[in-house]
């Protein structure tokens, strides 16, 4: 199969976009992120891929505050189309994609979810996490369907809850596991191994 192309979505700070670089250049990933599109224009991934070199572009969001505006989603799905992307991958991507967004990349659109779904899914996830008082949370990474944080799940890793722990202390130590397994799953998706049946993924050998 030839290598693998992404393209990243990105709206923040960018450290799993960093990862997913760090890897291919590692070889751990033979892979090549092809684009990455932020909905916020001085996002620090943007930054990122400069540094790197590789091609980043901000796409104008639109008026509303969760969801991107049809002309933003339409510009996205041509841009990743003509990098000839074959795999999405949302990475502290902020906004909900529409159901037609959704289907146009069904089966080949991931997500990262600092939790371990289905608990804790939406916004202030880690201090959701403290609230409730669990004792171990973690990160989950998934295929996106058409619900919030709801597809299909393909690695989770657990990290424990320690007591004294802040939000910032737990999520930076659920984002170690998050580097780590966005990787692991995306390797698994172009080694075309994962199975979906339902809400089940299975691991090819
Ligand atoms: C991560 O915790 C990711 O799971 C969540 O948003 C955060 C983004 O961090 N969806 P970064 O921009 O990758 O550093």
Request: hydrophobic fraction near 40%; charge should be negative; include cysteine.
């Amino acid at each position: 199969m030839a290598r693998l192309r992404i393209g990243v979505l990105v709206s923040g700070r960018g450290s799993n976009l960093q990862a997913l670089i760090d890897s291919t250049k590692a070889g751990k990933l033979d892979a090549e992120i092809a684009l990455v599109i932020s909905d916020v224009a001085d996002a620090f991934a943007l930054e990122r891929t400069r540094t790197e070199g590789i091609p980043g572009r901000y796409v104008d969001p639109g008026p509303r505050r969760s969801r991107l505006s049809e002309d933003a989603e339409a510009e996205i799905i041509t841009t990743l189309d003509e990098a000839r992307v074959d795999l999405v991958a949302l990475a502290g991507f902020m906004r909900i994609l529409s159901p037609a967004f959704v289907r146009h990349f069904k089966g080949r659109m991931l997500n990262i979810h600092p939790s371990l779904l289905p608990s804790f899914p939406g916004l202030h996830v880690q201090q959701q996490a403290l609230d409730y008082g669990v004792k171990f949370s973690g990160c989950t990474v998934h295929f996106v369907d058409e619900g919030v944080d709801s597809g299909p799940i393909i690695i989770q890793a657990a990290v424990p809850v320690l007591d004294g722990d802040t939000e910032e202390t737990l999520a930076a130590r659920i984002l170690r596991e998050e580097h780590r397994i966005y990787t692991e799953a995306i390797k698994l998706f172009g080694e075309g191994r994962l199975k979906i049946e339902g809400r089940r993924v299975t691991v090819l050998p």
